[in-house]
């Protein structure tokens, strides 16, 4: 199985200091949801894992949230893609669970549900270190995207050295030519 993870806000959508709490406020960022499309007709089963920890603090609602991945599948769909699955952290950064990032709780979860025996070598993309890190717990290959909270993560790549090789992308769309054309 060829399978890429994505993390949410900011590489999919546009991302908010103050959270994307509803349909209306979850607005794709130019060309993301064109690229999952192109990745699923590359072969690739494209999963999100993503924190939603407004769900915690009691932000937005479990309708809320669902809504938002109900728009998002649908604006995928209707570029001829699918999202082979969508897992989410509802927790605080206070409830120490083992599923918010940079845990790899929901990687976990996404291996069992998938059936698989490792993620070695997945790509994993996100805009911010926990993601990569989360990522590089399970052995995921981690891309950086540029887009939300990309550019103040690729300013801290250096300080972390398991993560100063990096491969930076400016977005999504970008992530997608490299993985299309490196796979087949």
């Not at 890429?4 to 406020?25: A, T």
Request: glycine share 10%.
């Amino acid at each position: 199985m060829k399978l890429v993870i994505l993390d949410r806000d900011g590489v999919i959508n546009q991302d908010s200091e103050q959270f994307i709490k509803s349909r209306e406020e979850w607005q794709p960022l130019p060309g993301s949801i064109e690229a999952i499309a192109r990745l699923n007709r590359a072969g690739f089963t494209v999963v999100v894992a993503t924190n939603q920890s407004g769900l915690g603090r009691g932000l937005f609602t479990a309708d809320d949230l669902h809504g938002m991945h109900h728009k998002m599948r649908t604006l995928i769909a209707s570029a001829g893609g699918d999202l082979g699955g969508v897992y989410f952290c509802p927790h605080t950064p206070e409830d120490n669970c083992n599923c918010r990032k940079p845990l790899p709780g929901l990687l976990d979860t996404i291996m069992a549900d998938l059936g698989l025996d490792s993620l070695a070598a997945v790509p994993l993309v996100g805009d911010s270190i926990r993601d990569l890190e989360a990522g590089l717990a399970r052995g995921c290959t981690p891309l950086l995207v540029r887009t939300g909270k990309g550019r103040q993560a690729e300013a801290a790549l250096p300080q972390h050295p398991v993560l100063a090789k990096t491969r930076v992308f400016d977005d999504l769309d970008a992530v997608a030519d490299y993985l299309i054309a490196d796979r087949q």
